[in-house]
Nanobody
C-alpha cells in the first residue's frame, strides 16, 4: 500500500502562485509515476501533470503548460506542483495519485484509471 498526503493548497488572488506537495509513504517503490489531477465542482476529474520517479519524464495537460511545473524529490518521496499565473478557472480540489505501471506513451498517464493510489486532495481557490 502507498499513502499519499497533499498539502499547500489555499486561497490566492488571480495571477498568484502556489506550490502543492504530495508526500508518499509505504511501498513507494511499487509506484512508477506520480500524477496530479484536479476536480472542480460539477466537473469530471481532469489530468494536470505527471512525472516518473526514475527518469523524471514529465507530462502536462495543454491547459497548464507553461505555468505549472511538476517535479519530484526521490530522497523525500515527495512530488511537487508549482503553479504560477493562477486564474479562477484553476480553482479545484487537487489530487495526487500514484501509478503502478510504466507508460509507453504520455497518454497513459492522463487517464484516471491508470492510477491506483490517491490522496485526499487539497483545495485551491483562485479569486478574481
Amino acid at each position: 500500500q502507498v499513502q499519499l498526503v497533499e498539502s499547500g493548497g489555499g486561497l490566492v488572488q488571480a495571477g498568484g502562485s502556489l506550490r502543492l506537495s504530495c508526500a508518499a509513504s509505504g511501498r513507494t517503490s511499487s509506484t512508477y509515476a506520480m500524477g496530479w489531477f484536479r476536480q472542480a465542482p460539477g466537473k469530471e476529474r481532469e489530468f494536470v501533470a505527471a512525472v516518473s520517479w526514475s527518469e523524471g519524464s514529465t507530462y502536462y495537460a495543454d491547459s497548464v503548460k507553461g505555468h505549472f511545473t511538476i517535479s519530484r524529490d526521490n530522497a523525500k518521496n515527495t512530488v511537487y506542483l508549482q503553479m504560477h499565473s493562477l486564474q479562477p478557472q484553476d480553482t479545484a480540489v487537487y489530487y495526487c495519485a500514484g501509478a503502478l505501471y510504466p507508460a509507453t506513451g504520455g497518454y497513459y498517464y492522463t487517464l484516471v484509471s491508470s492510477y491506483t493510489y490517491w490522496g485526499q486532495g487539497t483545495q485551491v481557490t483562485v479569486s478574481s
